[in-house]
Every structure is written in C-alpha cells, then in structure tokens.
C-alpha cells in the first residue's frame, strides 16, 4: 500500500483504529496507518492498572473436636441469597438471611459435661479474646423479638494469621477460654470449649474466615453476594482432613421420642419429657421428632404397630420448608390402650430429580404401657 493516502482515507482508518482499540481487539488491525496513531495513542496512555492478587488463604482443619456423624453437624452455612430469602451455597435451605458464617451445632448432652474442644483452624497469633458471658438459650419469644437487632456478644476468639487473614470463632463456654491476646498457636491448638453464650438458642461454634474485614466463606472461597449458583465455581479452604468430614447433609434428627403432651423446644432442651413406659390406664400418649433441614413437599410417614395387632396409618405433606422443625403425632382411645409394646416407624421422603421419593430419614421405636396390676383376695 503507498503511503500516499488521501486524507478521506486517514480519517477512516482513525475512526477504525480508536475503535478497535477500545474494544481491546487492536491485534486484528493490520491497516498501516492505523496502526501508526493506535502506536502514538498507547505510548501517551498512562499504565494499566491492575488490582494486587489476594494472598493465598490459610489451609482450615475443623474446627471442632467432635464427630459429624453422630455428636455435631453444619446447622447453617453462608447466605448466598442477596434479597431477603436464604440459600446456602449449595441451593438448599441451611442457613438464615444475611448469615455469613458456619454454625457447628453440637447435638450431644456431653457439651454441658466434659465439653468439645474449640480448636486453632490454623496456626496464627491471637488477636482478641472475650470470655465471661453466660451460657443461656434464648427461648423462642426472644429470638423473636431480636429479628433484625445486632446480635449480643458471646465469648470468643480470633486469630490473625497474616496477609490479612483471620478466623473468628464464637459462642464459647464460659470460662473456657484459655488463650491470651498476642498468643501463638498452632493449627489445631485448643482455644475452648462449645458453648452457648451470646445470641443463640443451641450449643454450637459460630466459624468464619475473613480477609481484611471481608467475611469469606470457606467451602468456596466467595463472599456469599455472588448467588447459589456460582458457589460451585469457587474452591474449599478446608484442608482434605476437613473435607472428608463435612459431606453436606441436607437433613436429620436431633432427638425422637414419647410423652404424655406434645413438648416445645425449651422443653426439649432442659427438661426430660420423654416417657418410655406409661401407665396402664393410658388412654394416649405422643410421639414427637425433632428434625432439621425438612423442606415444603416432603412426605413424612408413621406406622404405628400395637400389641393387639392393629395397626395406626398416617400420611402428611410437609407444607413450609424450615431448618429446624418439630413433629408431633398424637394416638388415642376412648377407653385405656392395650398393654404391650408399640413400635413405632417414622419416615421422610423427599423427591429428587422428579424421580420416586426417596426416603432420607427412618426412625424406628418402641414404648411400652404396663399390665394392670391383678387384685388377689385371700379367702377368709
């Protein structure tokens, strides 16, 4: 091509070539004069800024000393949904809106006793301690009449680990607590023990990471704002050890069991209402399963099998999807129920993938109501 062009020409291939560039395509622009001023333009540009890569985040063993498969469990995960409904990190419905943490809920009496150890995520320098709270469930009316209030302090710990990294845990025993501020310790070191101190109504460890005041969440590495659906795409900070504990688990139980009325949460947790052997002229009695992770849909099934052969059918939909939920059934007779054992089996079905519903818990138990006691009178 001459370099000769006409002036129409320059003026064209201008136009062409700020538009190119702009685009960030300016390798595909081959005309010669357009690639003369694309030259002039970038040598005046200022550099390019580009933001400084987040330092990698510290390897997370877990960070309780207990067994996921029978003393705790995951009860809430991040909130990834960003309006005001609640979606974990995998869609489902563990979790409560704006969470932005991991809630291990110890679900053993053993917690009141000899304790889980809170342990070190990694290794790092304490940075600040709280200790001193009461351990004490807020009942339902208080939680409540908390919606929407900051939460109240709880004894706790975190942990600088460098390049602004820092893990927080809370809801420590009181008086548990046996690290100081400046500290070092290592991954795994004891911190304390679970409590239930602060704004809570069960006995667990709040857990979260953060980098530099941003609360991440370890399972994928993301903030929570960037919806279920790309959680997927993020990576775990969990160390293997900690992976091949935490397999999600959608659903389960906290505790079954019989009584003479049907029993509320407070009751549950501080008084012993269960009754596995009931008088002999019973004419009811109830069973009762306390469930978590139980969604809209859900069929849960009884059967109940009496000592006189007949047997007790009963079929529900479950109408609202709840993370933690009590059910309760209800079996009676006009006149006093036959003496003898009862088994009792529940079940909870759930559809997947529009397939047959399949049956994610099932509960077998039994009772008792006593013979009446024969009235002998000796001959005179």
């Excluded at 208080?142 to 390049?163: F, T, Y």
């Excluded at 953060?210 to 790309?230: H, L």
């Excluded at 009963?314 to 129920?337: A, C, N």
Aim: glycine share 8%.
């Amino acid at each position: 091509m001459s370099w000769r062009i006409s002036a129409k020409l320059r003026r064209a291939n201008f136009y062409l070539c700020n538009r190119v560039v702009t685009t960030g395509i300016f390798h595909t622009c081959t005309i010669y004069s357009c690639a003369l001023f694309a030259g002039i333009a970038l040598l005046f540009s200022p550099p390019a800024l580009t933001a400084p890569q987040k330092p990698p985040a510290p390897l997370l063993a877990f960070p309780v000393a207990c067994d996921t498969d029978s003393d705790c469990f995951i009860q809430h995960y991040f909130d990834y949904d960003p309006g005001p409904e609640a979606l974990d990190h995998t869609c489902g419905i563990l979790t409560y809106n704006g969470h932005q943490g991991i809630d291990i809920r110890v679900s053993s009496p053993q917690w009141k006793e000899s304790g889980f150890p809170v342990l070190a995520a990694a290794k790092g320098k304490i940075e600040i301690i709280k200790d001193g709270i009461p351990d004490r469930a807020l009942n339902q009316q208080e939680i409540k009449s908390s919606l929407g209030l900051a939460p109240k302090p709880s004894n706790s710990v975190v942990i600088n680990h460098g390049d602004g990294w820092r893990t927080h845990y809370g809801h420590l025993r009181q008086g548990s607590v046996i690290v100081k501020p400046g500290q070092e310790v290592s991954q795994g070191s004891l911190l304390g023990l679970v409590g239930l101190s602060g704004s809570t109504s069960f006995p667990h460890l709040h857990f979260h990471l953060s980098y530099r005041g941003q609360n991440i969440d370890p399972f994928t590495g993301m903030t929570g704002r960037e919806g279920c659906d790309q959680a997927a795409t993020g990576r775990s900070f969990w160390s293997a050890e900690a992976n091949a504990k935490l397999g999600y688990k959608d659903a389960g139980v906290f505790r079954t069991g019989f009584s003479d009325h049907f029993p509320d949460y407070e009751e549950l947790d501080t008084l012993k209402v269960e009754i596995n052997l009931f008088p002999a002229d019973s004419k009811e009695f109830y069973f009762w399963v306390s469930l978590w992770g139980i969604r809209q849909g859900d069929m849960e099934e009884l059967k109940i099998l009496l000592p006189d052969g007949d047997v007790y059918r009963r079929s529900d939909e479950i109408e609202k999807s709840s993370v933690q939920g009590l059910r309760g059934f209800y079996y009676s007779r006009s006149l006093p129920l036959p003496a003898g054992t009862y088994q009792v089996n529940y079940k909870l079905r759930r559809k997947k993938n529009q397939r047959e519903p399949e049956t994610i818990i099932n509960i077998d138990r039994s009772m008792e109501i006593s013979s009446p006691t024969e009235i002998f009178s000796s001959p005179n």
